[in-house]
């Protein structure tokens, strides 16, 4: 029995948890899974419910579960100067509390999706590539760190700064993942010029000498994303720091032409994983109906193949929104314009493809 917290949270975050939890049903009912469904309160909801983006009884309940399934937290009217109540700080105490050093996000571009890149169809062809981002250190959480009054003026201060150890954890789970692809990894950081980074070429360069069948090269980060836009398919696995990663993050998404179709993991070290999508919370969109719910599902289909181990079920996951798009189902954020169908039916073709590739 695997126990799943699912966390809605904000915006169009409860409409695609509902589509996801049709997916879960649908993989008890019909894939003899053994799951255990709870739900609890993040981000704005749970400030107006309990006052705290991050309750302690939902941090509880996250470190009693196998995985966490987040849709997405913010909202414009959670926009408070006080940063410990805005939802973002739920999202960090989260990824911070449960430790989940390793995000995973892959950028894959799907069926029919190339001409909605902002690159020219031909530069896409073949692009699988998956980022590695370290998520627990570095600049977002470095100490000191003040908003603070400096020989009268103002000044704002964070630190960028990584332990040898926090290096080499990161680099094994990109050697690693990368053993399970084309068997690249390419490290960023800034090491012309930052000491910081300097350390972290040095440990990912030892680690390396660990996986002598993986590929190791390194990139500054500008010249990164640089390439990123210019040849994204000569990529396989990106490693790279917590704020660097969260740039070139939002580049892979946009080559894929929808963010709305990217998962991500966040793993800590006993495998328990947070899953979330690429996207946020989209308040104008919440409630209309339209919003896409496929990065959430395949979500799940990363949380199937992670933490519960059941690369099959998750297999049988992405297929089906795989299938839905061969189809030719749309969200309005896909459609370019075109036909569209709601979260709720594109929610409901899925399962249709799921039963299929279950056999039932
Ligand atoms: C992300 C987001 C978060 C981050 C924000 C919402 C705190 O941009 O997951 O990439 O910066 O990590
Ligand atoms: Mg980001």
């Avoid at 990139?219 to 990123?228: G, I």
């Avoid at 000569?234 to 580049?251: A, E």
Wanted: proline share 5%; net charge negative; glycine share 10%.
């Amino acid at each position: 029995m695997s126990r799943i917290l699912i966390l809605p949270g904000d915006g169009i975050g409860p409409e695609i948890t509902a589509e996801a939890r049709k997916v879960l049903d649908c993989l008890v009912r019909d894939g003899g899974l053994e799951l255990e469904l709870d739900e609890a309160l993040v981000g704005g909801a749970a400030v107006d419910a309990q006052g705290d983006p991050l309750p302690a009884s939902t941090l509880q309940a996250a470190h009693d579960a196998d995985a966490v399934l987040l849709a997405a937290v913010g909202a414009p009217r959670y926009d408070t100067p006080d940063r410990a109540l805005r939802p973002e700080t739920g999202l960090l105490r989260l990824r911070k509390g449960l430790g989940l050093y390793a995000n995973l996000r892959p950028a894959t571009l799907m069926p029919g999706m190339a001409h909605a890149s902002s690159l020219k169809p031909e530069k896409l062809e073949g692009l699988d590539l998956l980022i590695v981002r370290e998520l627990t250190g570095g600049l977002y959480f470095g100490e000191p760190r003040a908003l603070a009054e400096h020989d009268g003026r103002r000044r704002g201060v964070n630190t960028m700064v990584y332990d040898e150890d926090e290096i080499s954890r990161i680099a094994h789970s990109a050697f690693q993942a990368a053993q399970l692809r084309s068997r690249r990894v390419c490290s960023v950081d800034k090491a012309n010029v930052l000491e910081v980074s300097e350390l972290w070429r040095t440990v990912v360069g030892e680690i390396a000498q660990e996986y002598p069948d993986v590929e190791l090269s390194h990139l500054y980060v500008d010249n990164a994303a640089m390439q990123l836009v210019a040849e994204p398919t000569q990529f396989d696995v990106m490693v790279t720091g917590n704020l660097f990663g969260d740039i070139l993050s939002d580049i892979a998404a946009q080559l894929t032409g929808s963010i709305g179709l990217l998962p991500s993991a966040s793993l800590n070290e006993k495998r328990q994983g947070l899953y979330e999508p690429v996207h946020g919370s989209a308040p104008d969109l919440a409630g209309t109906g339209q919003a896409n719910p496929l990065a959430m599902i395949l979500s799940v289909g990363m949380m199937l193949r992670y933490s519960l181990q059941q690369a099959d079920a998750a297999d049988a996951v992405e297929g089906a929104v795989r299938d839905v798009l061969e189809q030719g189902l749309r969200t309005a954020d896909l459609a370019d314009g075109g036909e569209a169908v709601g979260t709720v039916q594109m929610g409901d073709a899925v399962i249709d493809a799921l039963k299929g590739r279950l056999g039932s």
